[in-house]
């Protein structure tokens, strides 16, 4: 039995169970694409079929690496260079002597923020998982990491979120998340298009990923459900999330895809069709963290493992990342072979964490 069978078996074992509503998984090499699906995409709804279109929540966060790397090989952009001038609320950052400290305990950055630190999560913000009134204003504000991108313009975001101390010293600490949603910005007040035009132009479009975006139809999303005590229920998604184009186009959050279109992505990061040279695909599988920056990771990134440029780099090389509503898709260089899950249901779920674990199979080898 494959791996892709043998876990086929597992989802639908989940299925039956009531654990699962409906599930899409494939895999892909040079020799091309096999996709399995399950279920239905709703309670009493459609069949899933490969076409059905699934919140990626933070499997979107490769996605904009890439296309960060790809406007700096064009030029709009410089890996080392200070973002300040496009995002003027990080020009002169206070940091806290501590997480926990009072946010008026403050000293000066010692150096600036760069999108390096942004590609490796590494500028100072993010997940701050330590309590305290940092971690309360986060919230308070709404800037703190969360499923969807945020409640606001790009503009009141980084107004809230410049007007708060740093956590760290840029490039001392690993925290999750924020990141990706300040790059969008700088993207965005870097190139003077907006972050669906950049994406289309440099990423969705030149690999025909005809099926990602911030938008869905209707007609083929399977809507994100979560675990309850009498079973499954849908999560609540702020109004017109995947309906309406969103105020706040984040990188970290927020996009729709198929399986497809997740396995082209893939690919393209380990020997399929690209839209980055060489230099920089392997800059973006390169590993980063030191030992400091590992700390702060934990419970993000296992052990053994490694993060690179918006990826989490595992041993022997594999790149991808998970999406907390139910998706997960890695691809290993040595093989060119990619593989991609969505159960479409929260990662808190047992059946979603039974899953996980089954879906690694698929990256080995004649598989």
């Known amino acids: 039995m494959s791996a892709l069978e043998d876990l086929t078996r597992t989802l639908d074992r989940l299925l039956g169970a009531g654990e699962l509503r409906g599930w899409v998984v494939g895999v892909a090499d040079a020799d091309g694409a096999s996709v399995r699906v399950g279920g239905t995409r709703s309670p009493g709804g459609a069949p899933m079929t490969p076409d059905t279109q699934v919140a990626l929540s933070s499997s979107t966060k490769p996605i904009g690496g890439v296309l960060a790397l790809r406007l700096v090989e064009l030029g709009a952009l410089s890996l080392d260079e200070p973002v300040a001038p496009w995002l003027p609320e990080l020009a002169e950052p206070r940091v806290l002597v501590g997480p926990e400290a009072d946010l008026t305990a403050t000293v000066p950055a010692e150096r600036p923020i760069t999108l390096r630190h942004l590609l490796t999560m590494t500028p100072g913000f993010g997940w701050v998982s330590e309590p305290g009134p940092l971690a ?13 991108c945020p409640p606001m313009s790009p503009d009141d975001f980084m107004s809230r979120l410049g007007s708060l101390p740093l956590a760290d010293q840029p490039g001392t600490a690993w925290r999750y998340h924020t990141s990706s949603d300040v790059l ?10 907006s972050v669906p035009e950049l994406l289309t132009e440099h990423v969705l479009q030149p690999l025909a990923m005809t099926d990602t975006g911030y938008t869905a139809d209707a007609t083929c999303l399977a809507p994100p459900l979560t675990p309850e005590e009498e079973g499954l229920r849908p999560v609540e998604l702020p109004a017109g999330t995947f309906v309406d184009p969103p105020s706040f186009a984040s990188l970290a959050t927020g996009l729709v895809s198929t399986v497809p279109d997740q396995l082209t992505f893939l690919r393209s990061l380990v020997g399929g069709p690209t839209v980055l040279s060489p230099e920089s695909l392997a800059a973006l599988r390169a590993g980063t963290l030191t030992d400091e920056q590992r700390l702060t990771a934990a419970g993000f990134i296992e052990p053994g493992c490694d993060w690179g440029l918006t990826v989490e780099v595992r041993p022997g090389g594999r790149v991808g990342w998970a999406g907390g509503l139910g998706t997960i898709g890695y691809a290993d260089p040595a093989t060119g072979r990619a593989a991609f899950l969505a159960t479409a249901v929260t990662v808190d779920s047992p059946a979603t964490t039974t899953a996980f674990d089954h879906f690694w199979s698929l990256l080995v080898a004649g598989a």
Not at 136 to 148: H, S
Not at 184 to 193: D, H, I
Request: net charge neutral; hydrophobic share 50%; charged share 15%.
């Open 136 to 148: 309360d204003a986060l919230a308070r504000e709404q800037v703190a990491p969360g499923p969807f």
């Open 184 to 193: 969008a910005v700088l993207l965005a007040r870097s190139t003077g298009s």
